[in-house]
């Protein structure tokens, strides 16, 4: 399956800077509380680029979420579109796509909270 995902450069970019990165951790770790006890970590010296590095941690936890019927739930504390879910579930969205959606939607929403907090 080819990924036809645009992944826009400004949150590529600020997924570069370590504040930012750590902030998206922390949004995804608050999402994920209460779903399982596994919390994700900034790596210190990660060996990927910040969003392969976090697909790559993301990727165990979706498929235990799955396996403990808690993705649903996940993905609704994520506030991702549905269609993005159904997608996935139908299998016409790859799990690195999938994945790189939450992470964008984490991003968004700490870019969002950061931005409207200097008002």
Known sequence: MQSKL????????????HDFLAKTY??????????LETKLMVNASPSHEPLTELIHQLAPIVI?????N??????????LKES????YLNA???????????????????????YFKSF
């Open 26 to 35: 922390q949004q995804l770790n608050k999402d994920l509380n209460g779903l």
């Open 64 to 68: 235990e979420l799955t396996e403990k």
């Open 92 to 114: 016409t969205l790859s799990q690195n796509d999938f994945l790189a959606h939450i992470v964008i939607r984490a991003a968004q929403k700490v870019y969002l909270r950061t």
């Open 70 to 79: 808690k993705l649903a739930q996940f993905i609704y504390s994520i506030d």
């Open 6 to 17: 645009q992944i826009p450069p400004k949150t590529l970019n600020a997924l570069k800077k």
């Open 84 to 87: 993005t879910f159904k997608s």
